[in-house]
């Protein structure tokens, strides 16, 4: 064993204090290590795309691309609750306590065992009606059911590094995942290129590939928190679930679960209607949501590090010190995505042509890029502005206003846009901007109103 895998694996405390020192500061190093680390794995969620794309076929390329809503219905269900644990772990972790700090953490280990059985089980029960109500074309039908048949009979590994990153997020250390992550992809990168090309599983091999870097990921996180000497240390004597806090992860996490898992069901339909065309839109749209995925990781790293900044600061009752980290960290996002934003629309047909090279294909991935692309700056807004609510505790908020904007309104926009204006793929791509809009013109809204110190958890401890 090396000396760096030594030292990653030392039960040094790595966490960090986010009440004191400079703000941009915090927010900065505390976001790169999460940016990097969402960049790789966006890059062997890339790579099984270009592997599928380039050695199997159109239609496992189209297979592979559009699934995205179906796996994310449930790993989404699961982020939000996770959340919920990281916002109660950061608000104690803040306020000093850290009994109330393993309390959480162990509560937060078992009952995700509890839901990756759970989970597992539903995930291959409802492979065939999703596809079905996806209008997954027949073309498409087998390699979709084959990669995610194998993709959901893998799930516990990802789960178990969501919930584990989760925590040592929560008390400041962001870097740790992010080496796990990298760890991760490498290996998926491997073990897709051997599957594909040297043993020819095609797009069994690619999902493989998948859930056995994951199941990686989750081994090293939970080295890390088994070894570690910090609050959040995993012990088997305490791995048990606290009703209290149990409580308290499951008033703050069901409504970000619910609100992610039912997004992602709408996206579903969405998903449909983009289907209704042929392979080639499809092909384009899943070119462009690899894309798309890349250039919204800045803003989504730096909302995931002000939902820790608001966490900490709340729980010493600093509502001042959270809402001038939430202006910084909008200010970030929207610069960075801005930076990126330019040179993805100037270069879009290359961009695309890497995982697909049908010249339709390209057409359609370039005309999704460059019209929608402009809008990102929207999702700055509802992004910071709901990673902000969320870490202050308040979850409810966020859940309606994304709710009625990316579900509600979006499937009515749909309905028109197909029925009585124009049943053509840029118009109906446009659902997602359209959303955009009004989600952050609601949440800018809500957010200036709102009184951040209402969801105190360590003050509603000191009322009992």
């Known amino acids: 064993m090396t000396t760096a895998i030594k030292r990653l694996f030392s039960g040094k405390r790595k966490d960090v204090d986010m009440t004191s020192g400079n703000i941009f ?24 795309s270009w592997v599928v794309g380039n050695y199997v076929s159109d239609e496992a390329f189209s297979a592979v691309g559009t699934v995205g809503p179906i796996t994310y219905l449930l790993i989404g269900f699961f982020l939000g609750f996770s959340s919920g644990a990281s916002v109660v772990i950061s608000q104690f972790y803040g306020a000093k306590r850290y009994d109330k700090v393993r309390d959480a953490v162990h509560t937060a280990i078992v009952m995700t065992l509890v839901l990756g059985i759970v989970f597992t089980a539903v995930g291959v029960a409802m492979v065939p009606l999703m596809l079905s109500l996806m209008n997954t074309p027949e073309s498409v039908l087998p390699e979709a059911t084959e990669y995610l048949t194998i993709y959901f009979a893998g799930i516990m590994g990802l789960l178990i590094y969501n919930i584990g990153s989760g925590i040592l997020r929560a008390i400041g250390d962001s870097k ?39 199941g990686l990921s989750a081994i090293l996180v939970l080295i890390t928190l088994f070894r570690t000497t910090s609050c959040v240390k995993i012990s088997f004597s305490h791995l048990r679930i606290d009703r209290e806090m149990l409580g308290k992860i499951v ?38 949501s690899k894309i798309d995925q890349l250039i919204l990781l800045p803003m989504q790293s730096i909302a995931l590090a002000s939902t820790t900044f608001v966490g900490q600061n709340l729980g010493i009752g600093n509502e001042e010190r959270a809402r001038k980290g939430v202006r910084t960290a909008l200010l970030m996002a929207v610069g960075s995505t801005i930076i990126l934003m330019i040179p993805v629309m100037i270069f879009a047909p290359q961009a695309v042509w890497f995982f697909n090279k049908e010249p339709e294909v390209i057409r359609f991935g370039t005309l999704f890029i460059r019209w929608l692309s402009p809008f990102y700056v929207l999702s700055c807004i509802n992004q910071i502005y709901a990673g902000a609510l969320r870490g202050s505790g308040n979850t409810t908020a966020p859940m309606i206003i994304m709710l009625f904007s990316f579900v509600g309104f979006r499937q009515i926009y749909l309905f028109v846009m197909k029925n009585f204006i124009s049943n053509t793929i840029l118009p109906i791509s446009m659902s997602y901007p359209a959303g955009w809009l009004l989600c952050s013109t609601l949440m800018f809204i809500y957010f200036k109103r709102a009184n951040l110190s209402k969801g105190r958890l360590v003050k509603d401890e000191n009322k009992q």
Do not use: C
Not at 30 to 48: E, K, S, T
Not at 185 to 206: E, K, P, Q, S
Not at 271 to 281: E, G, H, R, T, V
């Open 251 to 288: 008033k703050l996490g069901i409504p970000a679960a619910l609100q992610m898992a039912i997004t992602s069901f709408s996206n579903v339909f969405v998903q449909s209607y983009i289907n209704y065309f042929d392979k080639y839109a499809m092909g384009g749209w899943t070119a462009y």
């Open 176 to 214: 740790r995942p992010f080496y796990f992550l990298v760890a991760s992809a490498v290996t998926n990168i491997v073990l897709d290129l051997v599957f594909v090309l040297v043993f020819h599983m095609g797009v069994a091999g690619v999902a493989l590939a998948t859930i056995v870097a994951q």
């Open 25 to 48: 500061r915090h927010l900065l190093y505390f976001a790169i290590p999460l940016l990097i680390g969402n960049v790789f794995q966006q890059l062997y969620n890339m790579v099984d």
